[in-house]
């Protein structure tokens, strides 16, 4: 069984502005794809596995910017990194929810 058919969540490939912090650096980078439980971002200097972010997703309007935090799951050099979501604020995953659905029947 290859990944794919581990996923919980189908994945959207979509590129949406993320800014993330982990507590030493903030960063601006766009997303690869997007799922409910979790992203691809590409950048050449990943996190290392098992860093915790907060994550800003800016989803076009009316969505709005959804807060999350994350875990890096794994690292790809030069490429980019793999984030699995561990929670959001307020009304962020319903919000992300919405969104998902709205652009993967589109």
Request: with cysteine; charged share 25%; glycine share 10%.
């Amino acid at each position: 069984m290859d990944n794919d058919d581990r996923r919980k969540f189908e994945r959207v490939p979509i590129a949406i502005v993320v800014r993330y912090s982990d507590h030493e650096e903030q960063v601006a980078i766009m997303s690869r794809d997007l799922s409910l439980g979790g992203l691809f971002l590409g950048t050449v200097t990943p996190a290392p596995a098992s860093t915790t972010l907060d994550l800003h997703l800016h989803l076009p309007a009316p969505h709005g910017e959804v807060r999350a935090r994350g875990k890096v799951m794994h690292c790809l050099q030069g490429i980019g990194m793999g984030v699995e979501f561990a929670g959001f604020d307020g009304d962020g995953e319903p919000r992300l929810r919405r969104y998902l659905e709205l652009v993967s029947t589109s």
